[in-house]
């Protein structure tokens, strides 16, 4: 590529190197063989999950630096050698494989209306009502029986839809691989030390912009102070830890308090934050 805009250098370093003249040489050709089919298709699968984790987060409204407890990956190809890779990329702390997805969801009966309206006429809403408390395993079950009745009317599989969710806690979504179904389930639990991490995320981010935007060398220290509202998650020590070893800041203080002077300001979650950085003589 090189011999054309610059004849004598490519044709020294490829003397050089070769012993020919790159003048004389044909056009390099690929080697097919050298093609990893399956590992491209692996690879494929893991750009799906992740964006996957992404749109998961979007639709359950959880920030992208709040890290997940768990995430499990239901049904698709091996993956295991991509665990350590894709769980940082969801930001989720532990990720396994799961074969049974049902353990994350849960049976829900809606009415079909112009059935039940049919059937039962003036005393729908009452049927109604009694669907709406019924427990939809034992019902779904006693349908199959063929002894199931709500008021006094018999009640069989074209009169209810089932639909299967995600029990409380879980998010999930599905595609499609190979005419196979891959589902990816996140934990969307929080806990005290999940919102600390993420929160010490945040700070992070703030902070590494605020340095690019005053143009920080890598290697410069920062003071920097951190002001935390009343009612931001409490800020656990080993998180401050991984605050100041990522920015490179000390001393580094952390405060409840106001700020007292100028500072640059965020929201995480609705809370209010503030923080100061200089750098060190």
Known sequence: ???????????????????????????????????????????????????MGRKIRV?????????????????????????DILAEELNVED????????????????PNHKALGAKCRADLPKVLAELAKA????????????????????????DVEVHRVEKDGFAASTFSVD?????????????????????????TRRVQSKRK????????????????????????SKDWEYVKSETRANPAELSYSKPSGASDKFKVDGETLFFSLKQNN
């Open 1 to 51: 590529l090189m011999a054309p805009i610059a004849p004598f250098m490519s044709d020294k370093i490829h003397n050089d190197l070769t012993g020919t003249s790159v003048h004389m040489a044909d056009w390099p050709v690929g080697d097919i063989t050298s093609q990893n089919l399956d590992l491209e298709r692996q690879m494929s699968v893991v750009r799906s999950l992740a964006e």
């Open 59 to 83: 639709d359950v409204n959880r920030r992208q630096r709040l890290p997940c407890r768990s995430g499990w990956i239901v049904g698709g190809p091996e993956l295991s050698d991509f665990h």
């Open 95 to 110: 990720l396994t494989t799961e074969s049974d997805l049902d353990r994350f969801q849960r049976i829900e009966l809606a």
């Open 135 to 158: 427990e939809p395993e034992t019902l779904l079950s006693e349908i199959g029986a063929g002894s199931a009745k709500l008021v006094g009317y018999d009640i069989g599989t074209d």
């Open 179 to 203: 005419d196979s179904d891959v589902s990816l389930v996140l934990d969307i639990s929080v806990d005290d030390e999940l919102l600390s991490k993420g929160l010490a995320r945040e700070i």
């Open 213 to 236: 935007d005053l143009d920080l060398d890598v290697e410069v220290t920062i003071d920097l102070t951190v002001w935390l509202t009343k009612g931001c998650p409490k800020l656990e």
